[in-house]
């Protein structure tokens, strides 16, 4: 059964769609500190991230990205949180969808779901089967808090966004994808832009959106989009890109590129 794709009518409507963005550095002025879980915050100070979403919808944001990056038993488990995937994920959902359920326009929730963080076999241990048991697990939690598309974002090996779009389609939920090019204009792993739709070429359904993430600034994401329209003519494409590099600055964290500059670039 193909999942109802709530995008396509959101975009129907008004031809581009502003998405949020800038999470981790939002997070940081929260307070959270380096190497901590955003995502125990779901349940420890859900008010930081009403907060957080709050903020996107009043800048305008048409689709909100729950907080749960991070949300799998396998990065979760470097907080011993790994028996809290599907609790930490269904309060994300929950806090995103009561933001978008009171704003004064439609905004979509996504639930966001990041890498693993481990590598898969031949190159690492963790089987393809391990994999989508994993992005199941929290997707199901995902979908149980009210998410209404599966935001698959930050990848960067091939296999492992199959692995959480078959387990988006086992959830019967429409999902996109995002990878992070940042590697001579290929992802880590050595994906190319032009060749991103074509990764889900076996998957029975295939994804609502593509696109491209973080990456190292606005020009580059640019020649990824250009890339990647010349390699899916058809599909609809996410670009959300770095405002340049970040550093750390003492306390702060500060990117290269400026407000404005990343204004034009959007244009």
């Known amino acids: 059964m193909t ?8 975009i129907a409507e008004k031809g581009v769609l502003l998405a949020d963005g800038a999470t981790g550095t939002n997070l940081f002025a ?3 500190e ?25 800048a ?6 729950t907080n749960s990056f991070g949300g799998t038993r396998h990065r979760l488990k470097l907080h011993h949180a790994q028996d809290r995937v599907f609790e930490l994920n269904k ?3 929950e806090i995103a969808c009561k933001v978008a359920a009171s704003a004064p326009r439609r905004v979509l929730v996504a639930g966001s779901v990041g890498p693993t963080g481990e590598l898969l076999v031949p190159l690492g241990a963790l089987t393809f089967d391990d994999a989508v048991a994993a992005f199941r697990e929290q997707i199901a939690g995902l979908k149980a808090g009210g998410a209404e598309v599966i ?3 930050t990848m960067s090996a091939p296999e492992e966004m199959r692995a959480a779009a078959e387990a988006a389609v086992a959830e019967d939920m429409p999902y996109t994808c995002t990878v992070s090019f940042d590697t001579a204009g290929k ?18 359904d295939k994804p609502a959106a593509v696109g491209a993430n973080c990456g190292v600034g606005a020009s580059d994401i640019l020649s990824s989009l250009l890339d990647m329209r010349a390699g899916a003519p058809d599909a609809t494409i996410i670009v959300k890109g ?8 003492g306390e702060n964290i500060v990117y290269s590129g400026t407000p404005d500059l990343m204004a034009d670039y959007v244009r």
């Open 34 to 58: 380096s190497g901590d879980a955003p995502e125990l915050w779901n349940t420890d100070a859900p008010e930081k991230i009403t907060a957080l979403h709050q903020g996107f919808v009043d």
């Open 187 to 204: 992802s880590m792993m050595g994906l190319h832009p032009k060749n991103v739709a074509h990764v889900f070429d076996a998957v029975s």
């Open 60 to 65: 305008g944001s048409d689709i909100i990205l």
């Open 3 to 10: 999942a109802d794709n709530p995008l396509a009518a959101l």
């Open 30 to 32: 929260m307070g959270l």
């Open 151 to 153: 935001w698959i974002e």
């Open 242 to 249: 770095n405002c340049g590099i970040p550093e750390f600055q």
């Open 91 to 93: 309060a994300a959902a």
